[in-house]
């Protein structure tokens, strides 16, 4: 059974940074498509960044590219959200998914994962 932890979750300033991991079990990441998405209350979940699975290409909704950066340690099984000069419009609760039969692209869709962590708090205040 597939299981996604998020973890690295916090209150930090604007413009400091934060690390946000998802460690998977059950399953190895290296062939999964795996995405970040956030959602704030009375909003719907959106999409911020995802990597394909085997070539780890990357892709990112425009109001992160250049400040966050998503990575990925195979032999970990984790997947890493790095994110800097954060603004209090970062501020939700982060997710991560992933699937495994997305084949190698990106995909900005929530409901195309199968597999969703149970979210980690990340506030910016100004």
């Known amino acids: 059974q597939v299981q996604l932890v998020e973890s690295g979750g916090g209150l930090v300033q604007a413009g400091g940074s934060l690390r946000l991991s998802c460690a998977a079990s059950?399953?190895?990441?290296?062939?999964?498509?795996m995405g970040w998405f956030r959602q704030v209350p009375g909003k719907e979940r959106e999409f911020v960044g995802a990597?394909?699975?085997?070539?780890?290409?990357?892709y990112y909704d425009g109001s992160v590219k250049g400040r966050f950066t998503i990575s990925r340690d195979n032999a970990k099984n984790t997947m890493y959200l790095q994110m800097n000069n954060l603004k209090p419009e970062d501020t939700a609760v982060y997710y991560c998914?992933?699937?495994?039969?997305?084949?190698?692209?990106?995909?900005?869709?929530?409901?195309?994962?199968?597999?969703w962590g149970q979210g980690t708090q990340v506030t910016v205040s100004s």
């Open positions: 059950g399953r190895t990441i290296s062939t999964a498509t």
């Open positions: 990597i394909s699975g085997s070539v780890g290409r990357t």
């Open positions: 998914a992933a699937d495994w039969s997305l084949g190698g692209v990106v995909v900005t869709s929530a409901p195309n994962y199968n597999y």
